[in-house]
């Protein structure tokens, strides 16, 4: 009968393994789709908020990879690989820095309704993004990281949007660079959170070790 509960269990952990991995590979599909659509859309129109949307969405793709490398791996490996995901945040939040710093440079009037069309579509991907990692938000530090990389999408949509809407009204580049400042501090604070819940997992880690050993 264990022998029996065993087996039962195994498939389970292997199916929602299996499960985790399908999801990855979706998001991590659509991000590359969405990245290559910002890109060309920040080029075209000359928005910093873009470029930022579109960095973001090439730093979340590394991000799936990475959650993809992990499934059904220990909790410490995904605690380490969830620091990666950070440092990856916060290279995608200095591009966005320097992408700024070169707009203020050389300052012109982005073109709103390429920034609005690309908008749009990037805040449907990501919704899409976000709907299928929900039901793995909590819990299992490999897909709430990447949860939390989704969530911080749908806010970058939302914010790229209001920035179109606002160069067409004020008819000024400077609502696309206080929306692209506005997400450098949001991958500045994912980065640190996203650190910060894998320093926890780690230090539990060492913690229980220390105590077994003892």
């Not at 393994?17 to 290559?36: D, H, K, P, S």
């Not at 991907?125 to 819990?139: D, I, K, S, T, V």
């Not at 009204?169 to 696309?176: H, Q, S, T, Y």
């Not at 400042?181 to 640190?192: K, P, Q």
Request: proline residues 2%; charged residues 15%; glycine residues 8%.
């Amino acid at each position: 009968m264990s022998d029996c509960c065993g087996c039962g269990k195994t498939l389970e952990v292997e199916r929602m393994q299996a499960r985790q991995r399908r999801v990855l590979w979706l998001v991590l599909a659509i991000n590359l789709l969405t990245f290559a659509m910002m890109m060309l859309a920040a080029w075209h129109s000359g928005s910093a908020s873009l470029l930022s949307g579109s960095l973001d969405n090439l730093g979340d793709a590394l991000t799936y990879a990475l959650s993809l490398a992990v499934v059904g791996a220990s909790v410490a490996a995904k605690a380490r690989v969830a620091m990666l995901k950070a440092v990856f945040i916060l290279c995608a939040a200095l591009a966005v820095a320097a992408g700024i710093g070169w707009k203020l440079a050389h300052p012109h009037l982005p073109l709103f309704e390429s920034m609005g069309i690309a908008a749009l579509l990037n805040l449907a991907a990501n919704l899409l993004c976000l709907r299928l990692l929900w039901p793995y938000r909590q819990g299992d530090i490999n897909l709430a990281s990447a949860w939390a990389c989704s969530l911080n999408d749908v806010y970058e949509g939302g914010a790229v949007i209001l920035a179109a809407l606002a160069v067409w009204a004020f008819g000024a580049g400077w609502p696309d660079l206080l929306i692209a400042v506005a997400l450098l501090l949001l991958f500045l604070r994912s980065a640190w959170r996203v650190a910060r819940a894998a320093w926890h997992e780690l230090r539990g880690q060492d913690e229980g070790c220390t105590g077994s050993a003892s």
